[in-house]
């Protein structure tokens, strides 16, 4: 059960449980859907149109630019930020849903969760995510820096990347894109929430009851469902936080084609708009999607095994 039922109180797990639940889901997926999420951050900040036709574009398609990272910079590339993007996963994923649990808890002892499930978990969730971010946004920053350059590399290291940007761009340079960050996320992660448990009510009632399968797969399918939902809805806002975080970066990124200065988020909407069209706020939808059907199911799907995990140890020991 993501989030906290009274019901279930035979079944709850303990504050850190839930924590090392969430830790673990994140760390997990994020080394399975890596290799999406570099390819997705490549076509939200390139420039040119995201086609064939066009001849200065470097990525038009999710195959091509698999093969010509994989060409230009070995196989290696697809996990470039790594360890930065693990680090984020396993702090955003206990305290997204350790601060899940927590509000949900608070929300069933005021007596104010009965009828209202969706907004409530919508709710809770937005905020749970909110203080992940907050937690958590530099290192976001980070991952963002190392997918998106080029060879040679800029950055050598972690310890490398934060003294140069702290030398470099102060450091307030590790709070770039917080604020579409901050407002992409509430909505994105209160729909993800509100969607899992809204899915899973719909299919229990859609599939005959000898006809269900495996709980694990019922997780990891409503999982996809949430997050293609949630990522469509709110993704023109994660496209901004990443133009964001790459100011001042520039040249690192000269090889793959043109390159902007953005003073804010209206202005990088103003110039999106202008150069590139409404089309342009949706770059990169294509792999994002793919990457979020994956991410959210598997992290739902290894935060509710792991919760399970917890519970069958505890059941051994009585």
């Known amino acids: 059960m993501v ?12 504050k850190s449980e839930v924590a090392v639940a969430g830790s673990v889901s994140g760390l997990i997926t994020r080394a399975l859907i890596s290799p999406l999420d570099v390819i997705k951050i490549r076509f939200q900040l390139q420039i040119e ?3 064939r036709s066009d001849p200065n574009a470097k990525y038009y398609g999710i195959l091509q630019a698999g093969r010509q990272i994989l060409q230009e910079e070995g196989p290696a590339a697809f996990w470039k930020g790594h360890i930065p993007a693990q680090l984020l996963s396993i702090g955003y994923g206990a305290v997204q ?13 005021a007596s104010l969760y009965e009828a209202r499930e969706f907004s409530v978990h919508f709710v809770c969730g937005g905020l749970s995510a909110c203080a ?3 937690t958590v946004h530099p290192v976001d920053v980070l991952r963002t820096r190392f997918a998106a350059q080029g060879e040679p590399r800029v950055y050598k290291t972690l310890q490398d990347a934060v ?5 470099t761009e102060g450091p307030l340079v590790f709070y770039k894109g917080l604020t579409p960050t901050l407002i992409a996320i509430f909505p994105y992660a209160g729909l993800q929430f509100s969607c899992y448990s809204s899915l899973k009510h719909v299919y229990e009632w859609v599939m005959p009851a000898d006809r269900k399968h495996s709980e694990n797969l019922k997780n990891l399918l409503c999982g996809c469902g949430a997050g293609v939902i949630s990522k469509t809805l709110t993704y023109p806002l994660d496209l901004f936080k990443k133009r964001l975080q790459v100011g001042g970066f520039e040249q690192a990124r000269v090889t793959f084609g043109q390159v902007r200065r953005y003073r804010g988020l209206l ?6 708009l202008q150069e590139e069209g409404a089309q342009g706020f949706f770059k990169g939808l294509s792999p994002s ?3 979020a059907a994956l991410s959210t199911g598997l992290v739902f799907f290894w935060y509710e095994l792991v919760c399970n995990f917890f519970h069958c140890l505890k059941r051994t020991d009585s």
Do not use: I, W
Request: proline letters at 2%; charged letters at 30%.
């Open 3 to 14: 989030g906290y039922d009274p019901k279930e109180d035979g079944r709850s797990n303990s």
């Open 49 to 51: 149109r995201l086609s």
């Open 97 to 109: 849903f350790l601060s899940f649990e927590l509000l949900t808890e608070l929300v069933h002892r």
């Open 132 to 134: 992940a971010t907050l």
């Open 163 to 167: 003294v140069t940007m702290y030398r």
């Open 267 to 272: 202005d990088c909407t103003k110039q999106m």
């Open 289 to 291: 999607l793919l990457k």
